[in-house]
């Protein structure tokens, strides 16, 4: 089945940076748009950043020139990486995964930005 885990998030302070990583199984990770969402508490949960197969990507307004997506074909792997965080970055982070057999999420890893 499909499966999306992420690590990588904690507390960090205004400034600061964070790598976000997410590990898929079950299923062709090569031909799916990878992505990043995330929730703040009593908000919905919007895209932050996407990444298709062919490694073009889009962002969300909010974390363009701050957060960069990437992928690794060869370990099934998406990451994000988080700079200058703002404590509006709070929020619960989730890998997704869209196929031919649906849209996925994971768990999701908190991030927190405080000082």
């Known amino acids: 089945q499909v499966q999306l885990v992420e690590s990588g998030g904690g507390l960090v302070q205004p400034g600061g940076s964070l790598r976000l990583s997410c590990t898929a199984s079950g299923f062709l990770f090569s031909g799916a748009y990878m992505g990043w969402y995330r929730q703040a508490p009593g908000k919905q949960r919007d895209l932050v950043a996407g990444i298709w197969s062919s490694g073009s990507t889009n962002y969300a307004d909010s974390v363009g020139g701050r957060f960069t997506i990437s992928r690794d074909n060869a370990k099934n792997m998406v990451y994000l990486q988080m700079n200058n965080l703002k404590p509006e970055d709070t929020a619960v982070y989730s890998c997704?995964?869209?196929?031919?057999?649906?849209?996925?999420w994971g768990q999701g890893t908190q991030v927190a930005v405080s000082s």
């Open positions: 997704y995964a869209n196929i031919f057999k649906g849209s996925y």
